[in-house]
């Protein structure tokens, strides 16, 4: 049996959702980006690359019609280049890698890029499409199917006991962690900074104006967290 590796990583700065620096960024930018630092860092020939792979879990808007092939063009990968898009939700992206090395063990390929990207800024917002989102007949057998995160962390945490002391004491070693590795340096070398305009709205007046900024970090984390706080 063949075996495949990883020749080279390369990811984004994860940005905040609606408020952060790419909430005006293209998710094909956002992949794209990704997808070409990836490329170069490994060294290798991009039309040797046999197929790309990217998982995305909200697959409409600029995340629809195959945000795989529209990354790698974005990429500047040739067009001979194939891609598909896979939504196994949250496992989305991870399905992608695993898919990307089923190739390379079982397909006879021999370079695969594999990968995942979310917009929640351009993609789940007012213009999201929810028409008939939901099969009725799938809501009568198992309603649960439809259940959102936050419900299915309620029930998670009520089923197993998980009380809410654990759960902020939990949230507040991520938070620190996050914090000392930034502050370390830990996650520098797999993250590609990028270039992007953001878009910026003063609370006051609503006035929406443009910033030019280049991410070179995470901006999720919450360094100032503290348990009284959550």
């Known amino acids: 049996m063949r075996s495949a590796v990883i020749i080279s990583t390369a990811r984004t700065p994860i940005g905040k959702a609606y408020r952060g620096a790419f909430n005006d960024t293209q998710p094909q930018a956002l992949a794209g980006h990704a997808i070409a630092q990836a490329v170069r860092r490994a060294g290798v ?8 792979i990217i998982g995305a879990a909200l697959q409409q808007g600029g995340q629809g019609s195959n945000v795989a092939r529209q990354s790698a063009i974005r990429a500047g990968l040739p067009d001979t280049v194939a891609a598909m898009s ?4 949250c496992s989305s992206g ?6 990307a090395a089923k190739e390379i063990i079982y397909d006879g390929m021999n370079v695969a890029v594999g990968g995942g990207v979310e917009s929640i800024s351009l993609v789940q917002n007012e ?10 007949a799938i809501v009568e057998r198992i309603p ?3 259940m959102t995160m936050i419900e299915t962390a309620e ?6 006991g998980v009380s809410r002391e654990a759960q902020d004491e939990y949230s507040l070693r991520s938070q620190q962690r996050t914090a000392a590795a930034q502050q370390a340096g830990r996650f ?11 878009l910026v709205t003063d609370r006051n007046t609503g006035e929406v104006s443009k910033k030019s900024i280049t991410l070179d970090k995470d901006e999720g984390n919450r360094p100032d967290t503290s348990l009284e706080g959550l």
């Open 144 to 146: 649960a199917l439809y």
């Open 94 to 99: 991870m399905m992608a890698i695993a898919t």
């Open 188 to 198: 520098d070398d797999e993250i590609a900074p990028l270039p992007s305009t953001m």
């Open 45 to 52: 020939d991009p039309g040797e690359i046999d197929d790309v």
């Open 86 to 89: 896979i939504d196994r939700q």
């Open 155 to 160: 029930t998670v945490a009520e089923r197993y």
């Open 127 to 136: 213009h999201m499409n929810r028409y008939r989102a939901q099969d009725p």
